[in-house]
């Protein structure tokens, strides 16, 4: 029972030094993990190294994995480019088990994993982001080498316990049936702990220990490949179909893959002596050919499979159709899968509030010609204004409830204050949707009652819907990759629509004065004029938040 404790520990401590040291690495990777997958994904063969950059980045196939079918969700990655990431994750997870097998059996651990852990620990202490960062790094790393102390403590050795491992060995009985058995093995285990890096140490422990032989490990490595996709099919649960379809193809190919490498599996373990030559009682040889094999067979499954790419594209899209009907499911480019990666589900979310400026971008657009035309109907446009409007209001509900439910998740100050800063951001954003649906219906009021606006009203109009135009695309770009921008800038673009709103209401008065236009028409401009001033408050808003978050 004590056996059985000390290992289900030193799990739980080698799975938090895991998380704590990838959510650490994704916060040094920052958005950069997107402009990889921006940059890298125009053909397959990037894509595969691009997936492979990231993963070993991130120490995590499961964060990537995640990454890659959020994007798809939310149309930013084709279902080809996806392909190429979920390929070069398979090889990059595989980087877990070589640090595993080098430095976790052969190395006292306690000697550099409590020495990382204290050095670590003063870092957090520092005000420095990077420092902190750097921190969690360490103490991850260390936390997930003791806990490998303390789960090859509990796996006791086999010379002195035979009787724990008699039933162990009636399993080894069935010849090549035992592998397909232990195949099934390393797939619930991965399953059960959600993470193909932990199977795996679980994997070279027990060869280590040597409870089973190399090629039963690697049936059991075989399995864990399966097992991971798991985490994908989670994540795309009320997904669109594109996101189902990078799951599914995620699912198949590593099915396929081990379908293709089991019969060749003696073969494949045989090579792997002639690579990692010694006696298989070392520990570290015998490690590091799992390893290897783990790789080697990752490798050869990308490389084979590359070639086939696009029937088993055709074969997925055919088990996924897409119906015309479903046009409304591009809304939910928020994944819940995301909320285990605490980083990579805050850079998601700034993502979604760049969308949303994004449409209150086209609506505007859309609103400077309108309101540049006003002899015109313009319905259409009218029409696709309203229903972009609508698109916000979801938008917005969506990010506050996937705002809300990772608040819930009791992350880091960090990750909190960024929620904090956002949900007050898609209240801003909402209400720029909600003074350009204002504007339209001013817009509207005016060429149903045929009123007419001089020259000069018309060309304070357009000096304003410029002003206010680029403080929207400032802002679209203020949330998105390129930076965070200029703060002047910012304040200049607000300056600037205060000195218009003001010059036009003096103006105004007037040309009231003056009898050159009516009250009724007076009121529609100034109101076109003060729902523009707004927009741009919102926009001014959004940006200082960015700038200045909340603490």
Same mark, same amino acid.
């Given at each position: 029972?004590?056996?059985?404790?000390?290992?289900?520990?030193?799990?739980?401590?080698?799975?938090?030094?895991?998380?704590?040291?990838?959510?650490?690495?994704?916060?040094?990777?920052?958005?950069?993990?997107?402009?990889?997958?921006?940059?890298?994904?125009?053909?397959?063969?990037?894509?595969?190294?691009? /997936?492979?950059? !990231? +993963?070993?980045? #991130? %120490? &995590? =196939?499961? *964060?990537? $994995?995640?990454? @890659?079918?959020?994007?798809?969700?939310?149309?930013?990655?084709?279902?080809?480019?996806?392909?190429?990431?979920?390929?070069?994750?398979?090889?990059?997870?595989?980087?877990?088990?070589?640090?595993?097998?080098?430095?976790?059996?052969?190395?006292?651990?306690?000697?550099?994993?409590?020495?990382?852990?204290?050095?670590?620990?003063?870092?957090?202490?520092?005000?420095?982001?990077?420092?902190?960062?750097?921190?969690?790094?360490?103490?991850?790393?260390?936390?997930?080498?003791?806990?490998?102390?303390?789960?090859?403590?509990?796996?006791?050795?086999?010379?002195?316990?035979?009787?724990?491992?008699?039933?162990?060995?009636?399993?080894?009985?069935?010849?090549?049936?035992?592998?397909?058995?232990?195949?099934?093995? /390393?797939?619930? !285990? +991965?399953?059960? #702990? %959600? &993470? =193909?890096? *932990?199977? $795996?140490?679980? @994997?070279?422990?027990?060869?280590?220990?040597?409870?089973?032989?190399?090629?039963?490990?690697?049936?059991?490595?075989?399995?864990?490949?399966?097992?991971?996709?798991?985490?994908?099919?989670?994540?795309?649960?009320?997904?669109?179909?594109?996101?189902?379809?990078?799951?599914?193809?995620?699912?198949?190919?590593?099915?396929?893959?081990?379908?293709?490498?089991?019969?060749?599996?003696?073969?494949?373990?045989?090579?792997?002596?002639?690579?990692?030559?010694?006696?298989?009682?070392?520990?570290?040889?015998?490690?590091?050919?799992?390893?290897?094999?783990?790789?080697?067979?990752?490798?050869?499954?990308?490389?084979?499979?590359?070639?086939?790419?696009?029937?088993?594209?055709?074969?997925?899209?055919?088990?996924?159709?897409?119906?015309?009907?479903?046009?409304?499911?591009?809304?939910?480019?928020?994944?819940?899968?995301?909320?285990?990666?605490?980083?990579?589900?805050?850079?998601?979310?700034?993502?979604?509030?760049?969308?949303?400026?994004?449409?209150?971008?086209?609506?505007?657009?859309?609103?400077?010609?309108?309101?540049?035309?006003?002899?015109?109907?313009?319905?259409?446009?009218?029409?696709?204004?309203?229903?972009?409007?609508?698109?916000?209001?979801?938008?917005?509900?969506?990010?506050?409830?996937?705002?809300?439910?990772?608040?819930?998740?009791?992350?880091?100050?960090?990750?909190?204050?960024?929620?904090?800063?956002?949900?007050?951001?898609?209240?801003?954003?909402?209400?720029?949707?909600?003074?350009?649906?204002?504007?339209?219906?001013?817009?509207?009021?005016?060429?149903?009652?045929?009123?007419?606006?001089?020259?000069?009203?018309?060309?304070?109009?357009?000096?304003?819907?410029?002003?206010?135009?680029?403080?929207?695309?400032?802002?679209?770009?203020?949330?998105?990759?390129?930076?965070?921008?200029?703060?002047?800038?910012?304040?200049?673009?607000?300056?600037?629509?205060?000195?218009?709103?003001?010059?036009?209401?003096?103006?105004?008065?007037?040309?009231?004065?003056?009898?050159?236009?009516?009250?009724?028409?007076?009121?529609?401009?100034?109101?076109?004029?003060?729902?523009?001033?707004?927009?741009?408050?919102?926009?001014?808003?959004?940006?200082?938040?960015?700038?200045?978050?909340?603490?």
């Amino acid at each position: 029972m004590s056996s059985f404790l000390t290992i289900l520990g030193g799990l739980g401590i080698f799975l938090f030094g895991l998380r704590i040291m990838s959510a650490g690495l994704q916060k040094m990777a920052g958005n950069r993990l997107r402009a990889i997958l921006a940059s890298f994904t125009k053909n397959r063969v990037t894509g595969i190294f691009s /997936g492979f950059l !990231i +993963t070993c980045a #991130v %120490q &995590s =196939s499961s *964060a990537t $994995t995640v990454l @890659v079918v959020s994007f798809a969700n939310a149309g930013l990655l084709t279902l080809t480019q996806s392909m190429g990431l979920v390929m070069g994750a398979n090889i990059g997870t595989t980087l877990t088990a070589w640090l595993v097998a080098l430095l976790g059996f052969k190395i006292k651990i306690s000697a550099f994993a409590l020495p990382i852990i204290g050095i670590g620990f003063p870092l957090s202490l520092i005000a420095s982001r990077r420092a902190r960062q750097i921190s969690e790094v360490m103490i991850g790393f260390g936390l997930l080498f003791l806990g490998l102390k303390f789960l090859k403590d509990g796996i006791p050795d086999i010379k002195s316990n035979p009787e724990a491992f008699e039933f162990l060995q009636s399993m080894t009985q069935f010849g090549f049936g035992s592998v397909l058995l232990f195949v099934l093995a /390393g797939l619930i !285990i +991965t399953v059960i #702990v %959600q &993470s =193909s890096s *932990a199977s $795996t140490a679980i @994997v070279l422990t027990m060869v280590a220990q040597e409870w089973i032989e190399i090629d039963l490990a690697a049936a059991m490595a075989l399995g864990a490949n399966i097992g991971t996709t798991v985490t994908a099919q989670l994540a795309v649960i009320g997904a669109n179909k594109n996101a189902k379809r990078v799951a599914h193809f995620h699912t198949l190919f590593n099915v396929l893959g081990v379908l293709m490498i089991l019969p060749f599996i003696y073969r494949l373990l045989d090579a792997m002596e002639l690579i990692i030559p010694g006696s298989d009682n070392n520990t570290l040889v015998i490690t590091s050919r799992v390893a290897a094999f783990h790789t080697t067979f990752n490798v050869i499954v990308t490389v084979v499979l590359y070639f086939f790419v696009n029937r088993l594209e055709k074969l997925v899209m055919w088990m996924i159709p897409i119906d015309e009907a479903d046009d409304g499911a591009h809304l939910k480019f928020l994944q819940t899968g995301l909320l285990g990666t605490p980083e990579l589900a805050t850079i998601e979310a700034r993502r979604a509030l760049q969308n949303m400026v994004g449409v209150c971008n086209h609506m505007f657009t859309n609103l400077k010609q309108v309101i540049g035309n006003p002899d015109e109907k313009l319905g259409s446009i009218v029409d696709d204004i309203k229903r972009e409007e609508q698109k916000t209001d979801d938008m917005e509900e969506e990010i506050i409830a996937f705002c809300s439910q990772l608040a819930r998740e009791g992350n880091s100050t960090e990750v909190g204050e960024k929620v904090a800063t956002y949900l007050e951001i898609a209240n801003d954003v909402e209400r720029i949707g909600d003074h350009c649906m204002n504007l339209v219906l001013l817009a509207e009021r005016r060429w149903e009652k045929k009123f007419r606006f001089s020259d000069s009203t018309q060309k304070q109009l357009r000096e304003m819907m410029d002003s206010v135009g680029a403080f929207l695309v400032a802002t679209e770009k203020t949330l998105g990759n390129d930076g965070e921008g200029s703060l002047a800038e910012v304040k200049l673009l607000e300056s600037k629509i205060n000195k218009i709103r003001n010059q036009s209401r003096k103006s105004h008065a007037k040309r009231m004065q003056d009898g050159d236009v009516t009250v009724r028409e007076g009121l529609i401009f100034l109101d076109m004029m003060t729902n523009m001033e707004k927009i741009g408050d919102y926009c001014y808003n959004v940006c200082s938040a960015l700038h200045h978050p909340q603490s």
